[in-house]
């Protein structure tokens, strides 16, 4: 049984920072592509970073491109992180983590993409 268990968000202030993890388990963890993303109040769910199996490349939403980086743990392959810096009051919303098994065909920050959710953290910023 897949499982993915994400952690760290919390309240900050604009400007601030927050790392999230997503902890993994139930599967041959690094040949799965990996995402988050975001659905704030009221609005649909949107793909805000990937990162791919095996050599990692990394994907980003336009609006979070410079400020946010997805990173998987190289001791603990069954974790990846979401570094986010700058945060503004528009990246408010509950946060999931998503996998997937290896495929060619593969739409990084699609989210019909993506086999396996956590249940989200909440990421609340203020102006």
């Known amino acids: 049984q897949v499982q993915l268990v994400e952690s760290g968000g919390g309240s900050v202030q604009a400007g601030g920072s927050l790392r999230l993890s997503c902890s993994a388990s139930?599967?041959?963890?690094?040949?799965?592509?990996m995402a988050w993303f975001r659905q704030a109040l009221g609005k649909e769910r949107e793909g805000v970073a990937a990162?791919?199996?095996?050599?990692?490349?990394?994907?980003y939403a336009d609006s979070v491109k410079g400020r946010f980086t997805i990173s998987r743990d190289t001791v603990k392959s069954t974790t990846i992180y979401l570094e986010m810096n700058n945060l503004k009051p528009e990246d408010t919303a509950m946060y999931y983590c998503?996998?997937?098994?290896?495929?060619?065909?593969?739409?990084?920050?699609?989210?019909?993409?993506?086999?396996?959710w956590g249940q989200g953290t909440q990421v609340t910023v203020s102006s």
């Open positions: 139930g599967y041959a963890y690094s040949m799965y592509a």
């Open positions: 990162i791919s199996g095996g050599p990692g490349f990394a994907y």
């Open positions: 998503a996998a997937r098994p290896p495929n060619q065909s593969w739409v990084p920050l699609q989210l019909d993409q993506y086999k396996y």
